[in-house]
């Protein structure tokens, strides 16, 4: 019996959400985009909101990752390189220039739908030290199929090459798209971009593959510290989070802090974690 009064309060709940999620939707499409401004620790940013999934983003930016906006707050200086890597419709790519104008950040967001709000986002803001980027970074260089989980401006959980499975439901892709997909190796050697300080990188399960394609930028002394969400325990040999940490060591990156974990779709532990040298 128990167990049943939990199905039906969880049936109850999601079908309530959904009701919420459905007006809002319908709502924002008889109101059509418009700006809003939040105050980020002292800071004013304007974003462009036309889903449920932005009003979110915009009503928990200073809550939902604060280990981020600590992190940016430590380590971005006058004259640091930022990587944000998988930058939806550019959070912290905002906050970044916001904090630090000296500071130049590249902002990597293929998705089309969110990389048309990132560059209303960086112009209505006035910042340029913000440069959009409309790239996939992978594992090779190649021109690859981009599978799209939702429509929606501000949604994640889209992946390369096949439905992203980090997603509670199951992998969805509702569109594709070709995106043109390069490595960090490639993008910071024949394609000329300068080495970052920085790194923020958070692409919802392609995390390894990517860094496991930047063996020259990690070579790179200029590369201080990177902030990426990993999947599993540490203390799991298979886990993608002990193979980030054993791939990272021999060039002298160790976790400096990490963040409050969550869970994927399939019930495993994700977290924001910080490797510095």
């Not at 985009?33 to 009003?55: A, K, M, W, Y």
């Not at 904090?99 to 967001?109: G, I, S």
């Not at 990389?115 to 409309?134: D, G, K, S």
């Amino acid at each position: 019996m128990p167990n049943t009064k939990r199905s039906f309060s969880k049936r109850v709940a999601e079908f309530y959400q959904w009701r919420i999620r459905n007006r809002l939707t319908r709502a924002y499409r008889v109101l059509g985009p418009r700006f809003q401004s939040v105050t980020v620790r002292g800071l004013s940013i304007r974003l462009l909101i036309s889903s449920d999934i932005e009003q979110y983003r915009l009503d928990s930016y200073s809550a939902k990752e604060p280990e981020t906006l600590d992190w940016i707050d430590r380590k971005v200086q006058s004259g640091t390189v930022f990587f944000d890597i998988g930058a939806n419709i550019g959070l912290y790519s905002l906050y970044t220039a916001a904090r630090n104008p000296d500071a130049t950040v590249y902002a990597f967001e293929p998705e089309a739908q969110n990389h048309a709000h990132l560059c209303q986002n960086i112009f209505v803001n006035n910042f340029t030290n913000v440069t959009p980027c409309a790239i996939a970074l992978g594992p090779a260089e190649e021109l690859s199929t981009f599978h799209i989980s939702t429509m929606d401006a501000g949604s994640a959980l889209h992946s390369l090459n096949a439905p992203n499975q980090l997603r509670i439901g199951g992998a969805r892709s509702v569109f594709q798209q070709k995106v043109y997909a390069t490595s960090l190796n490639a993008l910071t050697g024949k394609l000329g971009m300068p080495f970052p300080h920085c790194i923020k990188l958070d692409v919802d399960g392609l995390e390894y593959e990517i860094l496991g394609s930047a063996s020259q930028l990690f070579s790179n002394p200029t590369l201080r510290t990177i902030l990426l969400e990993v999947t599993g325990e540490f203390s799991n040999p298979a886990s993608e989070a002990a193979r980030v940490k054993t791939m990272l060591e021999p060039y002298g990156f160790g976790i400096e802090n990490m963040g409050a974990e969550t869970l994927t779709g399939s019930g495993e532990a994700v977290r924001n974690t910080v490797f510095s040298r």
